[in-house]
C-alpha cells in the first residue's frame, strides 16, 4: 500500500518558521512528481507547492513564493516544505501530494495520484 505522513505541523506565531516533511512508502519514490497542497479553515483546497522527479523543478503559488522553500530527498523517500515569515492566512491543513507524471504543472493543477492525511499549521497573533 502506498502511505504518505506527514509531520512537523502546529502552532506558531506570526513571522515564525516551520519545516514540514513527508515520507512516502509503497511506492518508487524518484518516479513521481511531489507537492504540498492547504486547506485553509472555510476554504477549497489550493496547491502551495511542487517539486520533480529529481528536484531539478519547483512550483509555488503566488502568495508563497519567496518565503516557502519545497526540497526532497529521494534517497530517505521524503518532500520538505520549509515555511518561513509565516502569516495568519497560512493557517491551513497542509497535505502532502504525489503524481507520477512528466510536469510538475500537472500535479499543481490537481493531477494527483495519492494524497496524505494532512497537517494541521496554525499561525497566531
Known amino acids: 500500500q502506498v502511505q504518505l505522513v506527514e509531520s512537523g505541523g502546529g502552532l506558531v506565531q506570526a513571522g515564525d518558521s516551520l519545516r514540514l516533511s513527508c515520507a512516502a512508502s509503497?511506492?518508487?519514490?524518484?518516479?513521481?512528481?511531489m507537492g504540498w497542497f492547504r486547506q485553509p479553515p472555510g476554504k477549497e483546497r489550493e496547491f502551495v507547492a511542487g517539486?520533480?522527479?529529481?528536484?531539478?523543478?519547483?512550483l509555488y503559488a503566488d502568495v508563497v513564493k519567496g518565503r516557502f522553500t519545497v526540497s526532497r530527498d529521494n534517497a530517505e523517500n521524503t518532500v520538505y516544505l520549509q515555511m518561513n515569515s509565516l502569516k495568519l492566512e497560512d493557517t491551513a491543513v497542509y497535505y502532502c501530494a504525489a503524481d507520477r507524471r512528466l510536469n510538475v504543472a500537472q500535479l499543481a493543477k490537481g493531477s494527483v495520484d495519492y494524497w496524505g492525511k494532512g497537517t494541521l499549521v496554525t499561525v497566531s497573533s
Open positions: 517539486i520533480s522527479r529529481i528536484g531539478v523543478t519547483t
Open positions: 509503497g511506492l518508487t519514490f524518484n518516479m513521481y512528481q
